[in-house]
């Protein structure tokens, strides 16, 4: 809670409470990333709420061509597709897992910059 005070001319005042809620977000992916071997954003990670079971979490091309999967959240894509470097452009992201016994589906998208 936060308090507004505010004062006339005449010094009269007044006091108002102002509740903020805080929503912390269950997934934290960026939207662009370098893999230019700066050391500077060069892996994409997902950070997922701990409640959740991760089944996958794949990347895709602009033609759905799978370029990335895993199972292990823990794990981070470079910008390689196997052993070659995929091109700067925007790809698509989806986690699929459970949370709570409940199917959990996010997805998104993220521009990769060499």
Same mark, same amino acid.
Request: aromatic share 16%; hydrophobic share 35%; net charge negative.
């Given at each position: 809670?936060?308090?507004?005070?505010?004062?006339?001319?005449?010094?009269? /005042?007044? @006091?108002?409470?102002?509740?903020?809620?805080?929503? @912390?977000?269950?997934?934290?992916?960026?939207?662009? /990333?370098?893999?230019?071997?700066?050391?500077?954003?060069?892996?994409?990670?997902?950070?997922?709420?701990?409640?959740?079971?991760?089944? /996958? /979490?794949? @990347?895709?091309? %602009?033609?759905?061509?799978?370029?990335?999967?895993?199972?292990?959240?823990?794990?981070?894509?470079?910008?390689? %597709?196997?052993?070659?470097?995929?091109?700067?452009?925007?790809?698509?992201?989806?986690?699929?897992?459970?949370?709570?016994?409940? %199917?959990?589906? %996010?997805?998104?998208?993220?521009?990769?910059?060499?």
């Amino acid at each position: 809670t936060y308090y507004i005070k505010s004062t006339t001319e005449e010094g009269c /005042f007044s @006091i108002t409470p102002i509740a903020v809620n805080i929503i @912390i977000p269950d997934y934290v992916i960026p939207n662009m /990333f370098s893999p230019n071997g700066d050391g500077i954003n060069d892996e994409l990670t997902a950070l997922i709420s701990s409640s959740v079971q991760v089944k /996958f /979490f794949k @990347i895709f091309n %602009r033609w759905g061509d799978v370029v990335y999967t895993t199972s292990d959240i823990s794990n981070y894509w470079t910008g390689f %597709r196997e052993t070659s470097q995929v091109p700067t452009g925007v790809y698509y992201w989806m986690i699929d897992g459970t949370q709570e016994s409940k %199917r959990y589906l %996010r997805s998104g998208y993220v521009t990769l910059v060499r």
